[in-house]
């Protein structure tokens, strides 16, 4: 027991401290990006990929009720578990469907919820195992136990880590597989055996049913073990590997043959959005700068261990001479340094969650140094502890002063101006064919009204007919001009107060693809 204990104690401890922050940030939690209720919708409404039905059928002059988009978000009556409704949703959606499938699943057994935690708590379980698997693949490329578990809080605790399991999104279910392939291959490198190869395959096909940009590191890590084995003059296993891995990858097209045509959508997230991308050489510069920035604001612990660990290299270099060292570790790392360049390249929008995956790996790359340090100074038995100890407080220090993204506190303000309201008539302006889009992004407050009325700005008269002669109403005009209709808010409240009795106007937020105003006579 006692051995156990002494062998354990560090990852409990990294452990404990990753759920006890992801909890604190998901206590914080007040609001929801577009994709994320997204998830909820693709994943729980049943055969109706999105408000109204499908991409751009429109939501012509009529009365969404609150029923109706709770019934979007969530499981009802007996939906549960249907597999073929997420399927279908994904098809018409631009990405594959395993995390909509398990996002299903946690939905079924909060049957009738509609609530932030169904998606923190599935979240927080895949990144968890994430970072217990980042401390076997450590464990595995030689790494000690204290190293093993510094990797675990580098990553389990930096704000781009966190920022990854409180976006209720597939990206940390690709973070997850990636991990597990990293740590497939990594066995692989020590003893070869036909089923790790089977498993390899399969990883590589739930990683690219997750997510398309899977793709990319997975790639160039074949392509880096495929050439470790032909220098260890490995060719039993790549005999077995190769195919594996491309039956894993071709059998994506098997599984949701769908993959294809959203490649080829004209999506702003697809393979022509992503050459177009590519071609665009004037971007570059600026890309990088901004994908690198991404990096460094959400791995401060780990890019100041990095430099210590540097350091301590530098002064010790002598002290590696003779001794093993092992330059596998390589493998995994190169390969996340070649995809970084080409997802800062091609990502459709410019956001860090298009590396998110990435982000062990170069958790990864510091615990290399870690390790050389380690090596050049083996004297102390008590060192390494001390490091992990030191190392562990770092973390707290940037989840305490660099909190993940996506929490939106400001939306519990939204929210209490609005819970004024809630008796008030609610009208929704947007083109019909783009109104699933801004009222998607303002759901979580469109539940706040026994049901919205959704029109455009053609005419008044539609909604003069249905406020009927209250005295205030709330208005939601969508403003965004990139991915909905783009009304100019000021312009359409001006020509309310001209044409109708509704003279004064109070402009309560500007949220997302809206603004929102309460109107009064």
């Known amino acids: 027991m006692k051995d156990m204990v002494k062998r ?8 404990v401290m990753i759920c006890a922050v992801c909890l604190l940030f998901s206590v914080r939690k007040q609001g929801m990006f577009i994709d994320e209720i997204y998830t909820y919708g693709l994943s729980n409404s049943s055969y109706r990929p ?12 009529r009365v969404v009720t609150r029923e109706e988009l709770l019934d979007y978000v969530s499981i009802t009556g007996d939906e549960g578990f249907d597999f073929g409704s997420v399927y279908y949703n994904q098809v018409h959606d631009v990405h594959p469907p395993l995390y909509y499938w398990l996002f299903n699943i946690a939905s079924t057994l909060a049957r009738g919820q509609f609530s932030k935690w169904v998606g923190l708590t599935l979240d927080g379980m895949l990144y968890l195992l994430a970072a217990v698997m980042l401390y076997a693949l450590v464990r595995k490329l030689g790494g000690g136990q204290y190293n093993a578990a510094a990797a675990s809080v580098l990553y389990g605790l930096s704000a781009i880590g966190l920022s990854t399991m409180v ?79 491309l039956i894993g990858a071709l059998s994506l097209l098997l599984v949701f043959p769908a993959a294809l045509s959203h490649l ?10 992503a050459a177009e991308n590519l071609r665009n050489f004037a971007q570059y ?17 780990a890019i100041y261990t990095a430099c210590a660990a540097f350091l301590c290299l530098c002064a010790g270099i002598g002290k590696l001479r003779g001794k093993r060292v092992s330059l596998d570790w390589l493998v995994f790392v190169i390969p996340a340094a070649l995809t970084f360049v080409l997802v800062a390249i091609i990502s459709p929008v410019d956001e860090a969650r298009y590396i998110y995956n990435l982000i062990p ?13 380690e ?38 303000v939204y929210n209490e101006i609005l819970d004024k309201h809630g008796g008030d008539p609610c009208v929704f302006f947007a083109e019909s064919e783009w109104a699933f889009v801004p009222m998607t992004e303002d759901l979580i407050q469109l539940l706040r009204f026994p049901e919205v009325y959704v029109t455009d700005q053609e005419s008044l008269d539609p909604m003069l007919r249905y406020v009927g002669d209250a005295e205030e109403v709330v208005v939601y005009i969508d403003i965004s001009e990139f991915w909905s209709s783009g009304y100019d808010a000021e312009a359409l409240i001006a020509r309310i107060a001209a044409e109708t009795d509704y003279k004064e106007a109070e402009k309560l937020f500007t949220a997302g693809l809206s603004t929102t105003y309460v109107i009064s006579k």
């Open 8 to 15: 354990g104690w560090a990852l409990a401890l990294a452990l």
């Open 50 to 61: 999105f408000l109204g039905g499908l991409k751009y059928e429109g939501i012509d002059h």
């Open 167 to 245: 976006m209720i999104r597939m990206y940390v279910l690709l973070a997850l597989l990636t991990v597990v392939l990293m740590y497939l291959i990594a066995d692989l490198m020590r003893r070869f055996r036909p089923r790790t190869c089977i498993f390899v395959g399969l990883t590589l096909l739930a990683g690219l049913m997750t997510q398309y940009y899977f793709v990319f590191y997975a790639f160039f890590l074949c392509a880096a073990y495929i050439l470790w084995a032909l220098i260890k003059k490995q060719y039993r296993s790549l005999a077995w590997f190769i195919p594996c891995a």
């Open 264 to 273: 080829f959508s004209g999506e702003l997230v697809s393979g022509e959005s």
């Open 285 to 301: 510069p600026v890309r990088f700068r901004t994908f690198t920035g991404f990096l460094i604001h959400g791995l401060k612990a």
């Open 361 to 373: 790996a170069f958790v990864l790359a510091v615990c290399f140094l870690l390790y050389l340090a």
């Open 375 to 412: 090596t050049a100074f083996d004297g102390s038995k008590k060192a390494p502890a001390l490091v992990f100890l030191a190392i562990a407080a770092l973390g707290l220090w940037e989840a305490r002063c660099v909190p993940p993204d996506y929490l939106y506190p400001e939306h519990a």
